[in-house]
C-alpha cells in the first residue's frame, strides 16, 4: 500500500464533524476534523483548524452613509430658507439632491439600506430648492 493510499484511508476512517455555532445555538456551519497521525507533516494542515468558533455568514443591513447626509442636507436647505438664507438654502438643497441620487445607488446592495431615506431627501430637497429659488426671488425683489 503506497503512502498516499494509506493517508487516504486513515482520513476517511478518523474524520468527524465540528460544528460552528451561534449565541443562539442555530448551526452555521459543519466541516471535517481531520486527526492526522504523526506521519502527516503539520505543514498540510487545514485552515479550518484555525476558523473561529462563530462565524457570520450574512451581515445585517445598514443605512448609507449618503442617505443620512442627504436627508439633513434637505433638512437644512429648507431651514435656512424659512431663516432668509437662499443662497445657503440652494447650495444645501443641491447637495441633498446630489447626494440623496449617490444613496439611491448604494442603497442597491444587499448590505445597505436607506433607499427610502435616500428617496425621501430628493424628493425634500427638490422641495427646498424650489422654496429658495422663491425665497431669492422675493429677496431680489423686496
Known sequence: MTAGVKNALFRAANTSLNQYETRSGRILIQLPIRHEPAWVSSSRKLQSDNMPREMHITTEQRTSTAGIIAIAAA?????????????????????AVIVGLIGLVVSASPRVGGGLVSLIAVVVGIFGLGLAVLVAVGVIIF
Open 75 to 95: 433638512i437644512i436647505g429648507v431651514i435656512l430658507s424659512f431663516f432668509g438664507h437662499p443662497f445657503w438654502g440652494i447650495i444645501t438643497s443641491l447637495l
